[in-house]
C-alpha cells in the first residue's frame, strides 16, 4: 500500500490534471524509493500535509482544492480533509472502512464523492456503505456514492471498471466547479 505506481493513483491524478488542477501523485514514507518506514498513519498523513503545502505554496491563487486518496491514501486524504480548512472537495476510491477508524468524520467538512467496486474484497462493499451511511445523516454536505458493478479493489478491467470510475469522477467534479462558477 501507500504507492503512487498502481492504476488507479495513476489514473485519478491525470483525470485531476486533464480538468486543469495542478495535481501531485506520491509514495508514502517506506514506499518506493521514498525515504522513512511505515508509521500507522501518523507520519504519512504528515507526508500528504506537506504535499499540499507544496502545491500551494506553487498555486497561491487557487480557487479550489481538493484531494483524491484511493485505499490507504483514501484514509489519510479524508483526515488531511479534516484539518485543511481550505479543501472544498474529496474523492475517496475504495476507502477501507473494515481496516481503518473513519469516526473522526464527524463532522466531515465538505462535500465529496465515495467510490467502490461491488466486487471489492478488500474494501468490502458493506463496510463502504455503512461509512456513507454515517456521512449521509451529517447536514451542510452532501456525500455522492457511487458503486462501479463487479469491480475489484483494483478496478482491473479497464473497460468494464477503470474507465467508469474515473467518467464518474470527472462527471462529479465538472459538476461541483460547475455549481461554485455560477
Given at each position: 500500500g501507500g504507492?503512487?505506481?498502481n492504476?488507479?493513483?495513476?489514473?485519478?491524478?491525470?483525470?485531476?490534471?486533464?480538468?486543469?488542477?495542478?495535481?501531485?501523485?506520491?509514495?508514502?514514507?517506506g514506499?518506493?524509493?521514498s525515504?522513512?518506514?511505515?508509521?500507522?498513519?501518523?507520519?504519512?498523513?504528515?507526508?500528504?500535509?506537506?504535499?499540499?503545502?507544496?502545491?500551494q505554496?506553487?498555486?497561491?491563487?487557487?480557487?479550489?482544492?481538493?484531494?483524491?486518496?484511493?485505499?490507504?491514501?483514501?484514509?489519510?486524504?479524508?483526515?488531511?480533509?479534516?484539518?485543511?480548512p481550505?479543501?472544498?472537495?474529496?474523492?475517496?476510491?475504495?476507502?477501507?472502512?473494515?481496516?481503518?477508524d473513519?469516526?473522526?468524520?464527524?463532522?466531515?467538512?465538505?462535500?465529496?464523492?465515495?467510490?467502490?467496486?461491488?466486487?471489492?474484497?478488500?474494501?468490502?462493499?458493506?463496510?463502504?456503505?455503512?461509512l456513507?451511511?454515517?456521512?449521509?445523516?451529517?447536514?451542510?454536505?452532501?456525500?455522492?456514492?457511487?458503486?462501479?458493478?463487479?469491480?475489484?479493489?483494483?478496478?482491473?478491467?479497464?473497460?468494464?471498471?477503470?474507465?467508469?470510475?474515473?467518467?464518474?469522477?470527472?462527471?462529479?467534479?465538472?459538476?461541483?466547479?460547475?455549481?461554485?462558477?455560477?
Amino acid at each position: 500500500g501507500g504507492t503512487m505506481n498502481n492504476k488507479v493513483v495513476y489514473n485519478l491524478h491525470y483525470a485531476f490534471y486533464n480538468m486543469g488542477f495542478t495535481v501531485m501523485r506520491f509514495n508514502f514514507r517506506g514506499v518506493g524509493r521514498s525515504q522513512g518506514e511505515y508509521d500507522m498513519g501518523i507520519g504519512e498523513l504528515s507526508d500528504a500535509a506537506s504535499a499540499l503545502d507544496y502545491l500551494q505554496s506553487m498555486n497561491q491563487n487557487s480557487k479550489h482544492c481538493w484531494v483524491a486518496g484511493f485505499s490507504f491514501g483514501a484514509w489519510i486524504g479524508m483526515q488531511l480533509l479534516m484539518r485543511r480548512p481550505e479543501i472544498t472537495g474529496f474523492i475517496s476510491v475504495a476507502p477501507p472502512a473494515n481496516l481503518y477508524d473513519f469516526s473522526f468524520l464527524a463532522p466531515c467538512p465538505a462535500s465529496g464523492l465515495v467510490i467502490n467496486g461491488t466486487a471489492d474484497k478488500v474494501a468490502p462493499p458493506k463496510d463502504t456503505v455503512s461509512l456513507v451511511n454515517k456521512l449521509h445523516e451529517q447536514k451542510g454536505i452532501t456525500v455522492t456514492h457511487t458503486q462501479i458493478e463487479g469491480a475489484d479493489h483494483f478496478f482491473k478491467d479497464e473497460e468494464a471498471h477503470m474507465n467508469p470510475m474515473i467518467d464518474h469522477v470527472s462527471t462529479y467534479v465538472k459538476r461541483r466547479l460547475g455549481e461554485t462558477t455560477r
